[in-house]
T-cell receptor
Framework: SQTIHQWPATLVQPVGSPLSLECTVEGTSNPNLYWYRQAAGRGLQLLFYSVGIGQISSEVPQNLSASRPQDRQFILSSKKLLLSDSGFYLCAWSPTGNSPLHFGNGTRLTVT | GESVGLHLPTLSVQEGDNSIINCAYS??????FIWYKQESGKGPQFIID?????DKRQGQRVTVLLNKTVKHLSLQIAATQPGDSAVYFCAENPIDNFNKFYFGSGTKLNVKP
C-alpha cells in the first residue's frame, strides 16, 4: 500500500532563517505531488504541484520554492523565512490528475 | 478558482441526527469534486468523490449531492456520531487543469453527545 511521510511534525524557526521541509511517498511511482499551506481556521491554499521529476508548477508568487529531485520526493524550501510563512504545511500525492489527493500529517511551522 | 474564508462556519448537531454540510464552488468548468474530513492537527482524509456526470453518490453513511446549475455541493452524514466531529472541506478539480485541486474554506462539525 502507499504511504506518505512528512517531516518534521513541528518546527519553530526565526525570521530570516532558511527552511527545508521534506515529503516522500512510498508504494507508487510517478505520482503527482503537491504542497498546500493552511492558515489557522482557513482552507487549504495550493502552493506548488509537480507531475514529474524536475517539473514544478507554482500557484502563488511568494517566499517559497519547491523541488522534486527524485520521483517520490518533494521538498519545500525558503532562503529567508518571513513571519507570514507561519502555517500548517501539507504534502499530498495522487496517482494521476483527476484522482483523489492523499495527504500527509503536515508540518506546523511557526516563524518567530 | 480558489476561495479562502476568513473564519470557519460551524454546524452543531445532536448525536444520531443527520448532518448536511454545504459548499459553493466557483469554477463552472470543474468536473470532479471531493469531500475531505480533517481532524485537529492532522492532514485531510478522503471521504467521498463525485464526477460532474453524476448528481448523487452514496457511501457508507455519507451521500454527496451535486447541483451543477447553481454550483453547489453538499455532504450528508447519516446518524452523526461523535467521531464525525471535524472540519469538512470540499475540493474542486477544474477540467482545464486536472492536476490542480482547489479547496473551499471548510465547515466545522460539532457533534453533541
Amino acid at each position: 500500500s502507499q504511504t506518505i511521510h512528512q517531516w518534521p511534525a513541528t518546527l519553530v524557526q526565526p525570521v530570516g532563517s532558511p527552511l527545508s521541509l521534506e515529503c516522500t511517498v512510498e508504494g507508487t511511482s510517478n505520482p503527482n505531488l503537491y504542497w498546500y499551506r493552511q492558515a489557522a481556521g482557513r482552507g487549504l491554499q495550493l502552493l506548488f504541484y509537480s507531475v514529474g521529476i524536475g517539473q514544478i508548477s507554482s500557484e502563488v508568487p511568494q517566499n517559497l520554492s519547491a523541488s522534486r529531485p527524485q520521483d517520490r520526493q518533494f521538498i519545500l524550501s525558503s532562503k529567508k523565512l518571513l513571519l507570514s510563512d507561519s502555517g500548517f504545511y501539507l504534502c499530498a500525492w495522487s496517482p494521476t490528475g483527476n484522482s483523489p489527493l492523499h495527504f500527509g500529517n503536515g508540518t506546523r511551522l511557526t516563524v518567530t | 478558482g480558489e476561495s479562502v474564508g476568513l473564519h470557519l462556519p460551524t454546524l452543531s448537531v445532536q448525536e444520531g441526527d443527520n448532518s448536511i454540510i454545504n459548499c459553493a464552488y466557483s469554477n463552472s468548468a470543474s468536473d470532479y469534486f471531493i469531500w475531505y474530513k480533517q481532524e485537529s492537527g492532522k492532514g485531510p482524509q478522503f471521504i467521498i468523490d463525485i464526477r460532474s456526470n453524476m448528481d448523487k453518490r452514496q457511501g457508507q453513511r455519507v451521500t454527496v449531492l451535486l447541483n451543477k446549475t447553481v454550483k453547489h455541493l453538499s455532504l450528508q452524514i447519516a446518524a452523526t456520531q461523535p467521531g464525525d466531529s471535524a472540519v469538512y472541506f470540499c475540493a474542486e478539480n477544474p477540467i482545464d487543469n486536472f492536476n490542480k485541486f482547489y479547496f473551499g474554506s471548510g465547515t466545522k462539525l460539532n457533534v453533541k453527545p
